[in-house]
């Protein structure tokens, strides 16, 4: 039983003054994900908490053999600054990768379950509520290994009750009934490119569980975890549904920040203001603060788009309508944002790009990550795309192979294990390379879709000089020195900058 575990697992933690001899009885995996798509914050948490409990044996299982291959080699399947340092201290002393996904569930006393919960394509819900099939696949996988009681933690965002749900699967499907399980939420809030940072010192940790005994334990166990490097305070318990809702609405209400400044970027153009003059001023009043002000062609990643359309599905289905109808209005100002820049260059370009060679800087949907997850990029391409635009598209992260899928994946595809991808009907207007000199050679514009540093230092009087002209420069994240590119002889669009007078005459 659940309890017995406990009150061995307490009897040790009390029998010795070191918290050493609890985690010393706990072997604690980390049940990756049952499908061929990567979850991109679950591998760097069990890197960390490897790296900061050694005394705690961690697991990383993934039936998809390549990839684990991947974390076992020197190059890891996912791109992430500082990762790889930390991987290489603990792979093989008490961070493992492994297909042996019953073997290491069934002998795990936690398990921390991250398997996609991608947007419903089909059925009741289509376009907004969560498909947890994957989900319940996973907790049927554990229920029919477990021998002995364990510790389930959410790492997936989930729609608020999933836990309940969850907890019906797993007694219903475990032949011993003297096992027990307790489900914890334990959301991540970590921002890709600075997961590291994020996990070593962290705004927080949310625990929730249930509000008995034996939840009320089984949070304490999870938080003696991440006790060996986060203070105390930092770290915050909940009831079970709160820990659900609190990530939706974090995710949700980062993107409403967003999506609001791109909204008063289309106002700056219209009326000759600077959003970055705006964004600073709003953005010192201490009741806003300035994150999340900077105005961009839109958010993208695997969570914000796809968890406001499930806070949307919730409120609809608790006929919260008005409240349902608001959030959504977050993704519609993202989807404007993508579609007014495609609208800008092309009316820029003299109303045609048919056949004009386009130089796409960036394609992951920040910095400092190969993720291209919902990125902007996606939209803006086939926009281009759609009117006969020419792309050579350069990130230093992103390979050719995972460009021409993303193109080609149906919208809320992309995080289902079986792609339905079908080749681009313009795949031959598109080429990538790994050179970003190579990208603008002959070209007419340049989008910068990325805001990677490395754009910021580029020759651009060379570059300059290889395009056709005019030569445009879309600046879709504003990261470059607008007015040494218009001394240069580039015509400029920055979002939310006062329009460069090229474009005021007649181009709108």
């Known amino acids: 039983m659940l309890v017995r575990m406990f009150s061995v697992m307490v009897k040790k933690f009390l029998d010795f003054p070191s918290r050493s001899a609890l985690y010393n009885s706990i072997h604690l995996p980390w049940f990756a994900r049952l499908t061929l798509l990567h979850y991109h914050s679950g591998g760097p948490t069990m890197a960390m908490i490897a790296l900061k409990c050694p005394d705690i044996e961690v697991v990383v299982l993934d039936i998809n053999e390549a990839r684990i ?119 991540e809030f970590l921002a890709e490119g600075t997961a590291i940072s994020d996990l070593q010192k962290p705004d927080r940790v949310l625990i929730g569980g249930k509000d008995t005994e034996r939840g009320r334990k089984a949070i304490d166990v999870l938080a003696s975890v991440y006790a060996h490097w986060i203070p105390e305070e930092r770290i915050l318990k909940t009831n079970l549904w709160s820990a659900e809702l609190s990530k939706l609405t974090a995710n949700a209400m980062l993107a409403q920040r967003i999506s609001s400044v791109n909204s008063i970027s289309a106002l700056c153009e219209a009326t000759g203001a600077d959003i970055q003059q705006v964004s600073k001023a709003i953005g010192t009043d201490s009741r806003i603060g ?46 404007y944002q993508k579609q007014r820049f495609v609208e800008r260059i092309i009316s820029a370009m003299f109303n045609t790009i048919k056949k004009k060679k386009i130089a796409i800087y960036g394609f992951a949907f920040k910095k400092d990550t190969g993720d291209t997850r919902e990125t902007p990029a996606i939209d803006v391409c086939r926009g281009l795309l759609a009117d006969g635009a020419n792309l050579c ?110 474009l005021s005459n007649g181009y709108n």
């Open 393 to 502: 598209i350069y990130d230093p992260q992103v390979e050719d192979k995972q460009v021409r899928l993303d193109l080609a994946t149906p919208k809320f595809e992309w995080d289902h294990p079986v792609s339905k991808a079908s080749p681009v009907s313009n795949d031959d207007n598109i080429t990538t390379t790994k050179d970003p000199f190579e990208a603008i050679d002959g070209a007419h514009a340049i989008c910068i879709l990325t805001e990677w540093d490395e754009f910021k230092s580029y020759d651009y009087q060379k570059i300059y000089d290889s395009m056709v002209k005019p030569a445009f420069i879309f600046d879709g994240r504003n990261v470059l020195d607008h007015d040494k590119l218009r001394e240069i002889g580039f015509v400029v669009y920055a979002l939310g900058k006062p329009l460069d007078p090229f």
């Open 69 to 187: 291959a991947a974390w076992n080699s020197p190059k890891l399947p996912i791109y992430e600054p500082g990762l790889e340092e930390v991987v290489q201290q603990c792979r093989g002393r008490n961070l493992f990768f492994s297909t042996e996904v019953e073997k290491h569930v069934a002998e795990a006393d936690m398990i921390f379950v991250s398997v996609n919960t991608p947007t419903k394509t089909a059925g009741v819900g289509a376009g907004k509520a969560a498909d947890l099939t994957y989900w319940e696949g996973a907790a049927r996988m554990i229920a029919s290994v477990s021998k002995t009681s364990k510790i389930i933690v959410e790492k997936s965002t989930v729609p608020v009750k999933t836990a309940e749900a969850i907890e019906k699967v797993l007694k219903r499907n475990c032949s011993d009934s003297s096992v027990e399980f307790d489900i914890l939420s334990n959301p």
């Open 290 to 335: 300035g994150k999340f002000l900077n105005a961009s062609v839109g958010f993208g990643g695997s969570c914000f788009q796809k968890d406001i359309l499930n806070l949307v599905y919730i409120c609809e289905s608790v006929g919260l309508s008005e409240v349902a109808r608001y959030w959504e209005s977050v993704v519609t100002m993202n989807d």
